[in-house]
């Protein structure tokens, strides 16, 4: 009796654990910006909707793309966080790096505290922030 019921136990469906929601407006590391994110597409994506910290050498565009045509873009309103998709844990896609000049493979997790857990990561390498909700 006991084998039976493991094995229709094991045949029933199993509830797909959903990684917590990450929409909303946040402020990056040390206050420099808000970020937006919010559905778009058949993802999440996020852009910096307000630099509350401007840089102090000046630039307020995308001046290290490695693309010469869009080093005029206005750090405001530009696209970071792009393509994301719940990855059952987390939340998996890419985030841009307008201080770099570069894309990386990014995770991004809500914490039990309310912050989110920002990760950019090349090959195993990752480096992690923490952003609080604006308010």
């Known amino acids: 009796m006991r084998f039976a019921l493991a094995l229709i136990a094991l045949m029933l469906p199993v509830a797909a654990h959903a990684a917590g929601p990450i929409t909303g407006q946040w402020l990056t590391v040390d206050d420099k910006a808000i970020v937006t994110i919010a559905d778009c597409g058949k993802g999440v994506c996020g852009r910096i909707t307000k630099v509350l910290k401007p840089n102090p050498r000046g630039a307020t565009v995308d001046a290290h793309n490695p693309d010469p045509t869009k080093r005029t873009r206005p750090i405001e309103g ?58």
Do not use: H, M
């Open 78 to 135: 530009l696209q970071i966080l792009a393509n994301f998709t719940d990855g059952g844990d987390s939340w998996r896609g890419t985030i841009y790096s307008p201080e770099a000049g570069k894309e990386y493979k990014s995770y991004v997790k809500r914490q039990p505290d309310g912050t989110l857990q920002v990760k950019g990561c090349v090959a195993f390498f990752c480096q992690t922030q923490v952003w609080k909700p604006a308010r």
